[in-house]
């Protein structure tokens, strides 16, 4: 079993961010892949869809399943990350006081991604752009 599926996301595109988690949770279960492994995707994928509608200039999230493992990638161009590990402290946010009266930007986007994968790694760039990319065994 090979296959790939990617997702254009746009920033502040509250109206249509979670389709492409919807969309990949949908196609995990016509894959027949186990509940417990689809949740952990489905969580990891729509934290780092809505940090790429909240933080990022716009962005792609793909998804690659394999026979024994799923491979989740969000890729963004935009601000980066100054500090990595102050953005891994559950609560830490950079989001503004509009994206909070929406009910995001709670800072536990980065860390429920990091505690649903069974692997995860983060890079950024300053004024380019941070790359995910988030295994999931299967």
Same mark, same amino acid.
């Given at each position: 079993?090979?296959?790939? *599926?990617?997702?254009?996301?746009?920033?502040?595109?509250?109206?249509?961010?979670?389709?492409?988690?919807?969309k990949i949770k949908r196609t995990l279960q016509q894959l027949?892949?186990?509940?417990?492994?689809?949740?952990?995707?489905?969580?990891? &994928?729509?934290?780092?869809? @809505?940090?790429?509608?909240?933080?990022? $200039? &716009?962005?792609?999230?793909? *998804?690659?399943?394999?026979?024994?493992?799923?491979?989740?990638?969000?890729?963004?161009? !935009?601000?980066?990350?100054?500090? *990595?590990? *102050?953005? %891994?402290?559950?609560? $830490?946010?950079?989001? !503004?006081?509009?994206?909070?009266? %929406?009910?995001? &930007?709670?800072? @536990?986007?980065?860390?429920? @991604?990091?505690?649903?994968a069974d692997n995860f790694q983060i890079t950024s760039k300053i004024?380019? !752009?941070?790359?995910?990319? %988030?295994?999931?065994?299967?």
């Amino acid at each position: 079993m090979s296959y790939e *599926l990617s997702f254009e996301v746009e920033r502040g595109d509250f109206e249509t961010a979670g389709e492409a988690s919807r969309k990949i949770k949908r196609t995990l279960q016509q894959l027949g892949i186990s509940n417990k492994v689809i949740r952990k995707v489905s969580i990891a &994928g729509y934290e780092g869809e @809505m940090n790429l509608a909240i933080h990022s $200039w &716009g962005g792609k999230i793909v *998804l690659e399943v394999g026979e024994d493992t799923l491979i989740l990638t969000i890729e963004d161009t !935009g601000p980066g990350i100054k500090d *990595l590990d *102050l953005a %891994m402290t559950e609560g $830490w946010s950079t989001a !503004g006081e509009e994206v909070r009266q %929406m009910g995001f &930007g709670a800072g @536990m986007g980065l860390p429920n @991604m990091k505690n649903n994968a069974d692997n995860f790694q983060i890079t950024s760039k300053i004024d380019e !752009g941070t790359k995910i990319v %988030m295994s999931f065994l299967v």
